[in-house]
């Protein structure tokens, strides 16, 4: 039989949780191709002011879409729009481990922290510092939850 994999809390990763966050994975980046087929297709993304969009790494493209209501609802304009994306994706690289995944932390729930990450950021200003810890504490969080 198959032994668990341990995370740092010591908390059991079965291959039954693997397939399902592989599963999820999959799910996630065939919507991912499907999203940006559907959104650079349109003709409003023809023009060469987004061609930035269609150059981003799925993830980056899964941002793309998250911060689009906040586009269409001009809290950010289109230069602003662009620095966000780009900010995020940066964050995701720099504050998310490579081997979250791992750990039990899926992708969705990766987003989520980035996501979490950006409202707050809306509403206040975060030094790097700040970003950093508000990070780890989300991490800590899933971590106990899975």
Known sequence: MMQPT???DQIPITAELNRAIMQEEDEFYGMIHQA???FLGKHEFQDQTWQWARELDDEGFFLFCYLMHDYDEKLLSKNSYQ???YTL???RHRL???DLT???I???DQFQILFNLYEKLKRENM???ACEEFVQEQLKMHLQQN
């Open 106 to 108: 899926s992708l969705m």
């Open 6 to 8: 341990m995370i740092a």
């Open 36 to 38: 940006r087929d559907e």
């Open 89 to 91: 994706n940066l964050l």
């Open 83 to 85: 620095e966000t994306v």
């Open 102 to 104: 791992n750990q039990g």
């Open 96 to 98: 998310l481990p490579l």
């Open 127 to 129: 030094h790097w510092d």
